[in-house]
C-alpha cells in the first residue's frame, strides 16, 4: 500500500509568481486535504476536496485554489505569491467518512 | 471557538519518565481528537486518537485521557525514549472534516 506521497519537495520561487503543488492520496482515499504549516507553527487548514469538488475552506484567500483528478489526486496552486507563503505545504488524504488524516512528507516552499 | 490550545510549548523528560501534553478546545461540535508526532523535514504521522464517547484509549507507551465536561484532553508517554524526541501536535475535527491544531509541543527526551 503506498502512502501519500507530494512533489516537489523543495521549490523557491520569487514574488509575485505562481506554484503548483501537486499530491496523490493514499490507496483507496477518495479524499484529500491541504494544509500550510509556517515555520514553528502547527498546520493551517486551506480546503479540503471530494469528488473533484472543494468540501470547505479555511481562512486563505482566493489566490488559494486547487483541484482533484478522477484518480483522487490532487494540486494546490497559489497565485501572486508573497513572502508570508513561505511554509511547508502538506497533503492529507482520508477514506470518505473515516476521520482519520494521513499526511504526505510536505513541499517546502521558499518564497524570495 | 475554532482555536486548540496545547501546553507546555516544550518539554524536557529524562529517558524512562512519563510526558505528559495537555490540550483544551472551546468548540462542542468537536468529535475526534487526534494526536500527531511530528519530526524535523517530515509530515506529521498519526500516533493515536480518540472520539468522546470514551474518556481514555491506550496504544502500548501511549495513551490519550479526555474529558469532555472539560474541554480537555491530553497525550502520556509512558517510558519515554530518545526516539520520541519530536513535536507533537493534538488536533480536533468536527464530524471527520477539517482539522484545527493546537500550536504544537516540541519534546527532548534526554538519554
Known amino acids: 500500500e503506498t502512502g501519500v506521497t507530494q512533489s516537489p519537495t523543495h521549490l523557491i520561487k520569487t514574488r509575485g509568481q505562481q506554484v503548483t503543488l501537486r499530491c496523490s492520496s493514499q490507496s483507496g482515499h477518495n479524499t484529500v486535504s491541504w494544509y500550510q504549516q509556517a515555520l514553528g507553527q502547527g498546520p493551517q487548514f486551506i480546503f479540503q476536496?471530494?469528488?473533484?469538488?472543494?468540501?470547505g475552506r479555511g481562512n486563505f484567500p482566493p489566490r488559494f485554489s486547487g483541484l482533484q483528478f478522477p484518480n483522487y489526486s490532487s494540486e494546490l496552486n497559489v497565485n501572486a505569491l508573497e513572502l508570508d507563503d513561505s511554509a511547508l505545504y502538506l497533503c492529507?488524504?482520508?477514506?470518505?467518512?473515516?476521520?482519520?488524516?494521513?499526511f504526505g512528507p510536505g513541499t517546502r516552499l521558499t518564497v524570495l | 471557538q475554532q482555536q486548540v490550545k496545547q501546553s507546555p510549548q516544550s518539554l524536557i523528560v529524562q529517558k524512562g519518565g512519563i510526558s505528559i501534553i495537555n490540550c483544551a478546545y472551546e468548540?462542542?461540535?468537536?468529535?475526534?481528537f487526534p494526536w500527531y508526532q511530528q519530526f524535523p523535514g517530515k509530515g506529521p504521522a498519526l500516533l493515536i486518537a480518540?472520539?468522546?464517547?470514551?474518556s481514555e484509549k491506550k496504544e502500548g507507551r501511549f495513551t490519550i485521557s479526555f474529558n469532555k465536561s472539560a474541554k480537555q484532553f491530553s497525550l502520556h508517554i509512558m517510558d519515554s525514549q530518545p526516539g520520541d524526541s519530536a513535536t507533537y501536535f493534538c488536533a480536533a475535527s468536527p464530524y471527520g472534516q477539517n482539522f484545527v491544531f493546537g500550536p504544537g509541543t516540541r519534546l527532548s527526551v534526554l538519554p
Open positions: 468548540n462542542t461540535a468537536f468529535d475526534y
Open positions: 492529507a488524504s482520508s477514506p470518505r467518512g473515516g476521520h482519520e488524516q494521513f
Open positions: 480518540i472520539r468522546p464517547d470514551v
Open positions: 476536496y471530494y469528488r473533484e469538488e472543494e468540501n
